[in-house]
């Protein structure tokens, strides 16, 4: 019997300190983060996810990708700048904008600053707040998904 109770309590402080590692631990997957190539970007209500410049080339043109969320109960409009192309977007209250050139999205051209590899600027500001930057990663079209952009431009 003694045998049993032993081998139970080991059993149990086996599952214990294993599991205890989750009950202290910080669950990465719980916290907002760009799970792409992009980087985010947030100012007042206004949430950006995933932005990234995509071109052939430094002085091509190029798209910038990515989405503005709204957490505010107004329509919000953002001005963006980057390459010193400057775009004004609305944002609904409570709602989203996709950047890029699909059908549906907003269409932000410009003409890339640098080479696919480098980075260059965003800046977003929405109405009577002041701007914030973040630097910008420029991409080309080595991944499928950044080509269909720059076959999109193209036509």
Known sequence: MHARVKV???ALG????LTGCSLAANITTSNN???SDGVGLDVAEISAKNLLLVTDAANAPAVLVGTLYNTGTDATTVTINVAGTV???VVPAHGSVTLGVGEGEH???????????ALT????QPASVAAVSEPLPVLDGTLA??????DALAG
């Not at 600027?121 to 977003?124: A, D, N, R």
Request: no cysteine.
């Open 8 to 10: 139970a309590a080991l």
């Open 14 to 17: 086996a599952t214990l300190s």
């Open 33 to 35: 983060y760009d799970a």
């Open 87 to 89: 775009d004004d977007v």
């Open 107 to 117: 269409e932000f051209v410009t003409t890339s600053p640098v080479a696919p590899g």
């Open 121 to 124: 600027t965003v800046s977003l």
């Open 145 to 150: 998904e950044y080509q269909a952009v720059l």
